[in-house]
């Protein structure tokens, strides 16, 4: 009943909900362990984290750890991006040396390096489209798309104007040279799994 409740007054309040509002909604609600949450473009997306998403992650900030100390890598936190209701949850995150929080302590998207997210099956397009396309209009320098579905991964750099202007997609096991970027350094795929 909580939960009708909580709809009703999202839906009598003038305008359009906050994010804050909805990951407040969402928390009431009973979301799985192990399942990861975003707000795209005022769409909700649960997903569940397996276990190929969760080695690539853990690899990619493994890596990251030769460039970043452990502070300025996040994984599964949310980060409010511009635009109309964008909370992301970046699978990995690396953010610049002297970051501070922002609003109610949260992250802030001016702050971020690096994005990477790793392709789960029913969100994959959010993460190809929507969310790649807020990265850009954000400037986040570097954006790394993992897709264990077809071994490839795609490094989208150089953002300007709301879009990258430069872009690469290779097969795992071929290098993803940062060197040239913000990141500045070299980061392995042959041990990336595939689906």
């Not at 909604?25 to 399942?35: A, D, H, R």
């Not at 300007?160 to 350094?185: A, P």
Request: hydrophobic residues 40%; charged residues 30%.
């Amino acid at each position: 009943m909580a939960v009708l409740e909580d709809r009703i007054e999202m839906a009598e309040s003038s305008g359009e909900p906050t994010l804050d509002a909805m990951f407040e909604w969402l928390e009431k609600m009973p979301v799985p362990e192990g399942t990861k949450v975003e707000i795209v473009g005022g769409n909700i997306f649960k997903s569940p984290q397996r276990r190929t998403h969760w080695q690539i992650i853990f690899d990619v900030l493994d890596q990251l750890r030769a460039r970043y100390p452990r502070q300025r890598l996040m994984s599964d936190v949310r980060i409010d991006f511009p635009g109309r209701l964008n909370g992301f949850a970046c699978d990995v995150a690396a953010l610049a040396e002297g970051f501070e929080a922002g609003d109610k302590g949260r992250l802030r998207y001016q702050d971020i390096e690096f994005v990477a997210e790793v392709i789960s099956k029913d969100t994959g397009r959010n993460d190809y489209e929507p969310k790649k396309a807020v990265y850009a209009a954000a400037e986040v320098p570097v954006y790394l798309i993992v897709d264990p579905y077809t071994g490839q991964w795609h490094l989208h750099t150089l953002p300007k104007d709301g879009e990258y202007r430069g872009t690469l997609s290779l097969d795992f096991g071929d290098e993803i040279d940062l060197t040239g970027t913000v990141v500045d350094l070299v980061i392995k795929t042959e041990e990336f799994p595939r689906d």
